[in-house]
């Protein structure tokens, strides 16, 4: 469950083979852990997917999602990503055995591309020793990690809505964000308390 995520070009070779290549789009290492289950893979595609990693039209950084650009993913399983350390040496017994990480990384790229566009969301080959080439653009790379409880995946969820409902404010403006809080403040039972009225103002984003 854990992921790199990197603004990328890029491509895979088995040898001299070139086994996967995208544009512009997103290379996503996908280390997969002992624990992890589909509502971590769930929870890791969705977040793939909506990461707003591009510029929009206007140049505005962090404003676009591969999904909004029509971009390209590129999966590779990276099972070193669960690595600790005992001393020097890497460990990777935190990492799912090959033969249920296979059938759970398949799983991942089908569910992606159920979400998205199947034919931009390639994938290396597992279990192979590739050269992956990647030209990083900006450099931009981020870690992915799905939550470890169901109270830790509320919490974020809670904390995801609360950012959507700021994003759009803010796309409103100002002007536009007071005239809709004065129309909610008319539709108020008159009779209705003081305490009423702030019930609905704990309800506004901090």
């Not at 793939?48 to 909004?68: A, H, N, P, Q, Y």
């Not at 409880?149 to 969820?157: G, P, R, V």
Request: glycine letters at 8%; proline letters at 5%; a neutral charge.
């Amino acid at each position: 469950r854990f992921v790199n995520v990197s603004r990328i070009t890029r491509k895979c070779k088995l040898g001299e083979e070139q086994v996967s290549s995208i544009g512009r789009g997103l290379c996503v290492l996908l280390g997969i852990s002992v624990d992890d289950t589909p509502r971590d893979a769930e929870y890791i595609v969705r977040k793939i997917l909506s990461l707003r990693l591009f510029e929009d039209e206007s140049g505005r950084s962090w404003s676009r999602s591969v999904m909004d650009g029509n971009l390209e993913v590129l999966c590779v399983s990276q099972f070193t990503l669960q690595c600790v350390l005992k001393g020097n040496k890497p460990d990777f017994h935190c990492a799912m055995p090959a033969e249920l990480a296979q059938p759970f990384y398949n799983s991942i790229l089908e569910d992606m591309r159920s979400a998205y566009k199947p034919e931009l969301v390639k994938d290396g080959k597992f279990g192979a020793f590739m050269q992956v080439h990647i030209q990083n653009d900006g450099p931009v790379t981020v870690e992915l990690t799905s939550p470890s409880s169901l109270t830790d995946l509320k919490q974020m969820a809670k904390q995801e809505k609360q950012q959507q409902r700021k994003e759009k404010t803010r796309a409103k403006g100002p002007a536009e964000s007071g005239r809709e809080k004065g129309s909610q403040r008319s539709r108020q039972d008159p009779s209705a308390s003081s305490g009423a009225e702030g019930d609905v103002s704990s309800e506004r984003e901090p």
